[in-house]
């Protein structure tokens, strides 16, 4: 129960890390506000904790976190319906990406650099204003990726757009520590969600084999981890980017 009478947003709450996390969080105690661009998914989550019968509550909004005005109403619905909010957890996203020079950019840069970037952005903004209003102080996390640390094969912009996140939870450490908000990216590794799950068996092997456990990682691992950096019991974290890819960050794997 270390979330215990804590209110939270995830976004992108209705499908893998972010399902996870709203389990997680319900499990220790928390009120969560499952905010989800696709509502019939983020509905059945809140059905599902709530037939699980734990400590916490939930419910479902839809939101484009691309779209500020959005954003910003779901920081609302947060607090109207759970009558505050003490943490945010920018967890949507989307993948995908071609070679550079086959850009469009229109279709393989703007889009992604809306959601996966501007939406961190604007779910820093909303909830930094909410806790500074509220004078309570709040978490803010972020999901980067390790792509925001390195160049990869097909994804120049998923990247840069997580690399901004990186950055931005920096800054934001940095800016808000005045009013008492805590900022901390993530940087999952290879997870089985649907947007891994999509390519082959054979694909879904080698991203394993880039772990040091050789399997890919669990949903519910990444948000056991989240669960804690969202607790007091992680006040000293801060503006900081907490790896979790089961060791693919550390080494390479020798040609043979
Ligand atoms: P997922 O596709 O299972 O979940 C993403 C969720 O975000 C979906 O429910 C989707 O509806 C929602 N979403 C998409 N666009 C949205 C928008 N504009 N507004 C609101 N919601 C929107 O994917 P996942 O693997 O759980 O990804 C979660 C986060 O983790 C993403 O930011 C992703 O980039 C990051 N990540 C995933 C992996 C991995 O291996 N799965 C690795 C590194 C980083």
Do not use: C, W
């Not at 607090?79 to 086959?102: H, M, R, S």
């Not at 999901?143 to 997580?162: N, V």
């Amino acid at each position: 129960m270390r979330l215990e009478g804590k209110v939270a947003i995830i976004t992108g709450g209705a499908s893998g890390i972010g399902h996870a996390t709203v389990q997680k969080f319900i499990r220790e105690g928390a009120k969560v506000l499952v905010a989800d661009i696709d509502l019939e998914r983020a509905e059945k989550v809140v059905a599902e904790v709530e037939a699980d019968g734990h400590a916490g509550s939930a419910a479902a909004a839809q939101v484009d976190v691309s779209v500020y005005s959005q954003v910003e109403a779901v920081v609302q619905r947060a607090v109207d319906v759970f009558g505050k909010l003490d943490v945010i957890f920018n967890n949507a996203g989307i993948a995908g990406g071609k070679p550079l020079l086959e850009h469009d950019p229109a279709v393989d840069y703007e889009p992604m650099i809306r959601v996966d970037q501007d939406g961190v952005y604007y779910g820093i903004l909303a909830a930094g204003r909410q806790f500074r209003k509220q004078g309570t102080g709040g978490v803010i996390i972020s999901t980067s990726s390790i792509y925001g640390e390195q160049a990869a094969e097909l994804a120049f912009t998923y990247s840069a757009a997580k690399a901004a996140v990186i950055s931005f939870t920096r800054s934001a450490a940095y800016e808000l520590a005045e009013y008492g908000i805590r900022a901390v990216a993530i940087t999952p590794g290879r997870v089985g969600t649907p947007i891994i799950n999509q390519f082959s068996e054979e694909l879904r092997s080698t991203f394993a084999s880039e772990q040091l456990r050789n399997k890919l990682t669990e949903p519910s691992e990444i948000a056991d981890v989240v669960a804690f950096l969202a607790s007091d019991e992680a006040n000293v974290i801060n503006g900081t980017v907490v790896h979790v890819d089961d060791g693919y960050s550390v080494f390479k794997k020798r040609l043979d």
